[in-house]
């Protein structure tokens, strides 16, 4: 399993679009957060990173299924599936590792913004004038948000062999998930709406955004993953 | 070390692509596995070697039965697929290193393993190479390679040679050859010529079913009738021939030209001569020709 969950990797940085998704990432919330003037903590004038984690969501509903479209659907393709499901490993081995491959990526495209976070702390006037809490909240639920997305990437690559389909319908389960059910739920009478709201990424995400790390939000979303994972077992072995 | 498979039945759809299939193989035996296109061949191997799951029957490796340890019999089988899907951007050394580590081969073990199957598949000047720089044949050695990194007791190759150039078919025949000492062998094909290089029994398939099973050596003497062709300057009559005991059928290719099916040639050309000097006719040729397996295979696979 761990050598899959290095191949996966490795072969993220073999190719080109891994490293200009990557980069594309980074730049995309650098202007966000430095450069642009309606979102740019200069302009701003607090000691805050909430335009980070506002818009991270956003650019992650395209980065995440992006880079997990190939990881089922390209080996199908291919062909190489079927080395993998005649070796040894058994299926839920080979979808933990490539789903782990896109947590670990999904992190490692994160770890940079850290230095934002510091940058805030020796900006702020006095130094260190910053909410700590609220920042490694959101930073988790920023973790947390890539992890379910990574979910629904590998479970859209294992349900066509075409990446660009995988792709779009990643975008769109993200996309329905983080912006739709809590949208939905300002359509909605008072019941529905509060159900909607639950169901929704964004509510908990936010929730976590607070400082509060919640156990109820991480049942939340580790049942999402979890399930989700479960899911794209039993499709791979109906298909 | 055998390689059983019982009464496969397998379905796509409401199509049946096989249908009660049964064969053996048995260990230092290289098994042909013919077909026409279609026939099923490689929805039987897929199925042995656990990558898809039979409507009915089961297949037996060594005892041990693929539907109920998939993962237990998958480390005792090797597989080429027919396609040979490979990593193309990996290199052939690190490709080999990947594929033991996921039958769990230890370091130690692995490297060694690893630096033996390079020699044995003449890979050792491209083992530094990406795998997609590679030519065909070099591909179908790393698949071969693949195949048998693990130190599988059953080997199942799935159209190992389609797509090389004669020189590679060659090598690649001679490869398997060489592993088959020891192991059970399946090998699918569609070249007659490879069967009869390189195997001891042969099982036909054609359309989901087996419609012959046996030594390639039994094929072609027993069962495969030779013929004799006779060409005189004369017209011949089928009818001077009628009573001539162990002919089994005579056919009319042109009027001074006849073809004999028999099981005893001997016996047939002296007879066939009496004839020729009874009737006075002035003989051109009389030759005979063994039947060989395409011409078995044909008719077996043709007639239905």
């Known amino acids: ?239 | 070390m055998s390689l059983e498979v019982k009464e496969l039945t397998k379905l796509y759809k409401d199509q049946k692509v096989l249908d009660q299939i049964s064969f053996q193989a048995d260990s230092g035996q290289i098994l042909g596995f013919l077909g026409p296109n279609g026939a099923g061949k490689s929805t039987t191997m897929k199925i042995a070697s656990g990558y898809i799951l039979p409507d009915e029957g089961d297949v037996v490796i060594n005892g041990i039965s693929v539907l109920e340890y998939p993962k237990a019999v998958s480390r005792m089988i090797g597989y080429l697929p027919e396609n040979n899907p490979l990593y193309l951007d990996m290199y052939v050394k690190e490709f080999l290193g990947f594929i033991a580590s996921l039958y769990r081969l230890k370091a130690s073990s692995s490297k060694k393993q690893i630096a033996e199957i390079i020699g044995r598949c003449g890979l050792e000047a491209e083992q530094h190479k990406k795998i997609g720089q590679l030519s065909k044949g070099y591909r179908q050695r790393v698949g071969l390679a693949k195949a048998l990194v693990h130190d599988p007791q059953v080997i199942i190759l799935d159209e190992p040679t389609t797509g090389l150039d004669p020189n590679q078919l060659v090598e690649i025949r001679k490869l398997i050859k060489d592993i088959s000492t020891d192991k059970t062998l399946v090998l699918s094909t569609h070249i007659m010529q490879e069967v009869e290089a390189i195997c001891e029994k042969v099982v036909i398939i054609n359309k989901g079913e087996i419609v012959v099973q046996d030594l390639l050596q039994n094929l072609k003497t027993e069962k495969g009738l030779t013929s004799l062709f006779l060409e005189t300057e004369e017209p011949l009559d089928e009818e001077w021939f009628r009573n001539i005991e162990g002919i089994n059928r005579i056919n009319m290719l042109q009027s001074n030209h006849l073809e004999f099916l028999t099981f005893n040639v001997a016996q047939l050309r002296r007879e066939i001569l009496t004839v020729v000097q009874e009737k006075n006719l002035s003989l051109l040729n009389l030759r005979q020709q063994e039947k060989n397996l395409e011409s078995i295979f044909h008719q077996l696979t043709q007639s239905r």
């Not at chain 1, 299926?91 to 999904?106: N, P, Q, T």
């Not at chain 1, 998930?177 to 909607?196: I, R």
């Open chain 1, 1 to 239: 399993m761990w050598s899959l969950f290095l191949k996966e990797i490795d072969t993220f940085f073999n190719h080109l679009t891994g490293y200009l998704l990557l980069t594309a990432f980074l730049i995309a919330l650098g202007l966000v957060v430095w450069v642009f003037p309606e979102t740019g903590v200069l302009e701003y004038g607090f000691a805050d990173l909430e335009a980070l984690f506002v818009y991270t969501p956003f650019v992650f509903v395209f980065l995440v299924p992006a880079i997990t479209m190939r990881m089922i659907a390209e080996e199908r393709k291919s062909g190489t599936w079927e080395l993998l499901i005649t070796s040894p490993l058994k299926i839920s081995h080979i979808i933990l590792a490539k789903y782990f491959a896109a947590l670990a990526l999904i992190v490692l495209s994160l770890l940079p913004t850290l230095i934002y976070y510091y940058s805030i702390v020796q900006l702020g006037d006095p130094i260190g004038n910053i909410d700590s809490a609220g920042f490694f909240g959101s930073f988790i639920g920023l973790v947390f948000i890539g992890a379910v997305f990574a979910a629904f990437g590998i479970f859209s690559s294992a349900l066509t062999d075409n990446q660009i389909t995988a792709f779009v319908i990643g975008v769109f389960i993200g996309f329905l998930f983080y912006f739709g059910l809590s949208a939905m739920a300002t359509l909605q009478s008072n019941k529905a709406a509060y159900f909607l709201e639950e169901l929704s990424l964004s509510y908990h995400y936010e929730s976590l955004g607070r400082g509060v790390i919640d156990s109820s939000n991480l049942i939340y979303f580790l049942s999402l993953i979890g399930s989700l994972l479960v899911l794209t077992g039993i499709i791979i072995k109906r298909r």
